[in-house]
């Protein structure tokens, strides 16, 4: 398997640390709030790889926190606790948030087919974790204590930056949002450990610490909790690529010093999925949930083609006309699997190099878009109706997708290409699908290119809002 590492830049062959085992972290939500569909879009793509691992023949554990103390409104230790944001907004405890948006998180994740990571683990689980590391950064001289908060000093590590390419902007992230520089900093980037004294008094969660009453940095937590649970070898970390810097680096930073060696060897970075305006937001516009899509009559599980549609390294602009043209998809292609014709023998054989062609084209880091066109590949195939069925299944363990459920009233297709020649259908349906994802990636050369080969076949496309239809010239 093939991954692209933010750490070296480069697609690499994937090694994990021991033979047939794959260690996983990834950062989980803050729960002061729903997630939103960008949000997801990192989970849904972080699914997909812990499936494919698993599809590969790993035996993979993966981890996952819950954030539900720590983490301000800004990453860089400044502005309000998002807990007692939320707590104060909804005029409840931040335990009473914290477990109603947990709640409402698995329940959105399972809507999207996403399973849930092996250990869950609330950071005010580990308080006593948390210390402890604290302790050996202060004792092994990496971190100070100033105006009584505990900061890692950054200024200790020769590569501090170690995703490299931090621009201006970025390095900026300790002066911005409009709040004063905190003064006890000795570098710009250093970070909050424990807190005991902020600008604001009124934090609910509070701990007892060497260091006075308080409470943990955000960061802090990945690097305990994975510790815990996986050990001081990591295979890959998971996180949206605003993760990045800070989170990520300060994680890396505290990790290594604290364990005296490397700690993760891949890391997994989803680009954002971003609204026409440019960005997904909890407080602008409209705030786009699971529940928001349902409402307006969407079927989440479409929303999971969308992501699977493009590269989970390429930013993804979401529209509801897109969202319709995928909608179209997954109606078509379900039509089209549950119309394959009964009968014959499941050819094991046959199946198994299915298998392994999805593994290594999927394998070649994440490409998710080529899976479902292999999709359309088995339904052209010189295949028996039951190996067809077989084989989608097999790769449905990865997409997701519930492909084989019975097709819905809603889902039912009445327009002319229900009609036509299947395989031509197919061919048609797995091209129109391929201009949709390169128009979502804004690659209209390459859109106006697929349009222009199917006619030259003699199918002519037209994009309505309910998606683009075809038929024969
Ligand atoms: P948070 O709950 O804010 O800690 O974010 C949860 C996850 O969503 C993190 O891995 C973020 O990096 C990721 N994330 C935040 N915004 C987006 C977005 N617009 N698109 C994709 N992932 C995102
Ligand atoms: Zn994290």
Redesign the pocket.
Known sequence: MKLYNSLTKRVEEFVPNEEGKVKMYT?G??VYHF?HI??L??YLMEDVLEKLLRYSGYDVTRVMNI?DVG?LSSDADTGEDKMLKGAKREHKTVMEIAKYYTDAFFADCAKLNIKTPDVVEPATNCIPEFIHMIEVLLEKGYAYKAGENVYFDTSKLDNYYVFGNQNEEELMVGVRDDVTEDENKRNKNDFVLWFTKSKFEDQALKWDSPWGVGYPGWHIECSCISMKHLGEYMDIHC?????MFPHHTNEIAQSESYIGHKWCNYWFH?H???DETGK?SKSKGEFLTVSLLEQKGYDPIVYRLFALQSHYRKPLVFSYEALDQSVQTYKKLKNRISSIEDGGDVDASAVKDWHDKFAEVVGNDVNTAMGLTLVYDVLKADLSGATKRAVIADFDQVLGLRLLDPVTADEHLTDASADTDPELAAHVEAKIAERAAAKKEKNFALADEIRAQLLEEGIVLTDTREGTKWEKK
């Open positions: 950062c939500p803050t997630a960008g949000n879009r990192s954030t983490h996180g949206g690529v605003d993760n989803v954002h999925l971003n997904m």
